[in-house]
């Protein structure tokens, strides 16, 4: 079992720039699908981004252009760079694991972290 470590949450105005931060407990989990999701309360989970394990990013329309995903695999982290922000971007954001996939990523996910709140102001 894998256990992910999310930070780099806030409170921003509209506009602002995040970076978050995942860390990841075993190395081996650097080499599968690995993404971010996120959920606001009283919708449904949406899925932010992926890479895969030769680094192929994907990204929701929703956030493409603004949000970028990246992973240092010397350091067992994974990054969501999130730039001009708006308030439809204030949710939890989750790191997230699927194990079972190294290529072809979905956003379905064996394991995810605690989370980390983002809050957009106007």
């Known amino acids: 079992q894998v256990q992910l470590v999310e930070s780099g949450g806030g409170s921003v105005q509209a506009g602002g720039s995040l970076t978050l931060s995942c860390a990841v407990s075993?190395?081996?989990?650097?080499?599968?699908?690995m993404g971010w999701f996120r959920q606001a309360p009283g919708k449904e989970r949406e899925g932010v981004a992926t890479?895969?394990?030769?680094?192929?990013?994907r990204a929701a329309d929703s956030v493409k252009g603004r949000f970028t995903i990246s992973k240092d695999n010397g350091k067992n982290t994974l990054y969501l760079q999130m730039n001009s922000l708006k308030p439809e971007d204030t949710a939890m954001y989750y790191c997230?694991?699927?194990?079972?996939?190294?290529?072809?990523?979905?956003?379905?996910?064996?394991?995810r972290g605690q989370g980390t709140q983002v809050t957009v102001s106007s």
């Open positions: 890479i895969d394990s030769d680094g192929l990013t």
């Open positions: 075993k190395s081996t989990y650097m080499s599968v699908c």
């Open positions: 997230a694991s699927d194990p079972s996939r190294r290529r072809y990523c979905t956003n379905w996910y064996t394991y």
